[in-house]
């Protein structure tokens, strides 16, 4: 029988939350951080007569981890605690000084999966210079990459684009969790560091994905309801910047892309004439849906669903970049970049992918008849130096063997 692995939270249970005795506490979470009983972060803590619990704090999707996408969210107060809920999703991102107020140390403990685009580390990034500028300590309770710690893939980030779905130049994999990377944000990037300190997952390694961990999976956002949709959300997560459905409000969200335009047959057997199962571990099925919100609700569309038939080849990144390419060539009349941002000029494409040099190589290699491949080549040229050269960096801040 392997041996168990255990998240921070239950690390810091099993030495009867010592480490928080005697401070006023402080806690950004959401339903994601559970133990192996499915007890959250929250009840434990505020159940616990040693823990002295002052204030909460929610991330994007809020502390019930059930609104939308983009959604901002207003402070409140929990019915059940009567503390201030402080919204850092809504007027700020960050923490304010009077929601520092009275706050010995700000836990946080919440299941990020190592993928640049995710909100939550960065919410954590904006933690981290608050309490740093305050005097307040942060503790992260951490908790497993679900991907996994040894990949790392796609291409870094133009600080030009920093946002909440990246705000500091790491890849789009980066293989960290969440107490790594804040670390390296924190030494790297923050110009006054806070006291950061990290109850450490025991008997994780990096060579172990989330299946590997014996842990229960709770959905940590609306849009990842299945582990299935994490493995694709490293590619899939692009689709948001286009026209096209990433399938939000189906079954599948993150799992298939289409329109109305589409023809589901015809783009999934272009797909498949690709050859991507033998190297980039994919396959394509024609798929026809009815997104009940987000683009194109109410209109059925045409497209396709992607199927891993080799986990060990999986490239998430260059499939759906690759999807989004073959249907911007099959549909150049159709095919759109999600409009820029009215208060900034950027696209979110943009944003996500790390550079508008991607854009721009995709439009050009478009109008001048390229194939997929020749355009993706072009693309992810440069990717493995990038990401060889991150590995270094994050080298000092690896947690984990």
């Given at each position: 029988?392997?041996?168990p692995?255990?998240?921070?939270?239950?690390?810091l249970?099993?030495?009867?939350?010592?480490?928080?005795?005697?401070?006023?506490?402080?806690?950004?979470t959401?339903?994601?951080?559970?133990?192996?009983?499915?007890?959250?972060?929250?009840?434990?803590?505020?159940?616990?007569?040693?823990?002295?619990?002052?204030?909460?704090?929610?991330?994007?999707?809020?502390?019930?981890?059930?609104?939308?996408?983009?959604?901002?969210?207003?402070?409140a107060?929990?019915?059940?605690?009567?503390?201030?809920?402080?919204?850092?999703?809504?007027?700020?991102?960050?923490?304010?000084?009077?929601?520092?107020?009275?706050?010995?140390?700000?836990?946080?403990?919440?299941?990020?999966?190592?993928?640049?685009?995710?909100t939550?580390?960065?919410?954590?990034?904006?933690?981290?210079?608050?309490?740093?500028?305050?005097?307040?300590?942060?503790?992260?309770?951490?908790?497993?990459?679900p991907?996994?710690?040894?990949?790392?893939?796609?291409?870094?980030?133009?600080?030009?684009?920093?946002?909440l779905?990246?705000?500091?130049?790491?890849?789009?994999?980066?293989?960290l969790?969440?107490?790594?990377?804040?670390?390296?944000?924190?030494?790297r990037?923050?110009?006054?560091?806070?006291?950061?300190?990290?109850?450490?997952?025991?008997?994780?390694?990096?060579?172990?994905?989330?299946?590997?961990?014996?842990?229960?999976?709770?959905?940590?956002?609306?849009g990842?309801?299945?582990?299935?949709?994490?493995?694709?959300?490293?590619?899939?997560?692009?689709?948001?910047?286009?026209?096209?459905?990433?399938?939000?409000?189906?079954?599948?969200?993150?799992?298939?892309?289409?329109?109305?335009?589409?023809?589901?047959?015809?783009?999934?057997?272009?797909?498949?004439?690709?050859?991507?199962?033998?190297?980039?571990?994919?396959?394509?099925?024609?798929?026809?849906?009815?997104?009940?919100?987000?683009?194109?609700?109410?209109?059925?569309?045409?497209?396709?669903?992607?199927?891993?038939?080799?986990?060990?080849?999986?490239?998430?990144?260059?499939?759906?970049?690759?999807?989004?390419?073959?249907?911007?060539?099959?549909?150049p009349?159709?095919?759109?970049?999600?409009?820029?941002?009215?208060?900034?000029?950027?696209q979110?494409?943009?944003?996500?992918?790390?550079?508008?040099?991607?854009r721009?190589?995709?439009?050009?290699g478009?109008?001048?008849?390229?194939?997929t491949?020749?355009?993706?080549?072009?693309?992810?040229?440069?990717?493995?130096a990038?990401?060889?050269?991150?590995a270094?960096?994050?080298?000092?801040?690896?947690?984990?063997?």
């Open positions: 029988m392997s041996t692995v255990y998240t921070g939270l239950e690390v249970q099993q030495d009867g939350f010592r480490r928080l005795a005697g401070l006023r506490v402080g806690l950004m959401n339903p994601s951080a559970v133990d192996r009983h499915l007890n959250s972060t929250y009840r434990l803590l505020s159940s616990t007569p040693e823990v002295q619990l002052v204030a909460l704090f929610s991330p994007e999707h809020g502390f019930l981890g059930a609104a939308p996408d983009a959604e901002q969210i207003a402070s107060t929990d019915s059940r605690t009567g503390l201030p809920v402080y919204s850092l999703y809504g007027a700020t991102f960050g923490p304010t000084a009077a929601m520092l107020e009275g706050i010995d140390v700000l836990v946080c403990d919440i299941q990020d999966i190592g993928v640049r685009f995710y939550y580390a960065w919410t954590v990034s904006h933690i981290l210079e608050a309490a740093g500028a305050q005097g307040v300590g942060v503790m992260i309770l951490d908790r497993p990459n991907l996994g710690g040894m990949v790392v893939d796609g291409p870094p980030l133009n600080p030009d684009l920093s946002s779905v990246g705000r500091f130049p790491v890849p789009v994999r980066h293989g969790t969440l107490s790594e990377l804040a670390h390296l944000i924190n030494t990037w923050n110009a006054a560091p806070a006291d950061l300190t990290t109850v450490r997952c025991a008997n994780w390694t990096r060579s172990m994905t989330w299946d590997a961990t014996g842990l229960p999976w709770v959905p940590p956002s609306p990842m309801p299945h582990m299935s949709a994490l493995w694709h959300y490293p590619g899939a997560c692009l689709i948001e910047g286009t026209e096209l459905s990433e399938g939000r409000g189906t079954a599948l969200p993150f799992e298939i892309v289409g329109a109305p335009w589409v023809d589901a047959l015809d783009l999934a057997e272009k797909l498949n004439a690709e050859d991507w199962a033998a190297a980039l571990g994919a396959r394509f099925r024609p798929h026809t849906f009815l997104p009940t919100q987000s683009k194109w609700a109410g209109d059925y569309c045409g497209g396709v669903q992607v199927y891993i038939t080799d986990p060990e080849r999986w490239r998430p990144i260059h499939v759906w970049l690759g999807a989004i390419i073959t249907i911007y060539a099959q549909y009349e159709h095919f759109h970049w999600l409009a820029a941002e009215s208060d900034t000029g950027m979110h494409f943009d944003r996500l992918i790390g550079s508008a040099r991607v721009h190589d995709i439009d050009a478009i109008q001048a008849g390229r194939s491949g020749d355009i993706l080549s072009l693309i992810t040229a440069e990717w493995d990038h990401c060889h050269a991150f270094l960096e994050r080298s000092p801040f690896l947690l984990y063997d």
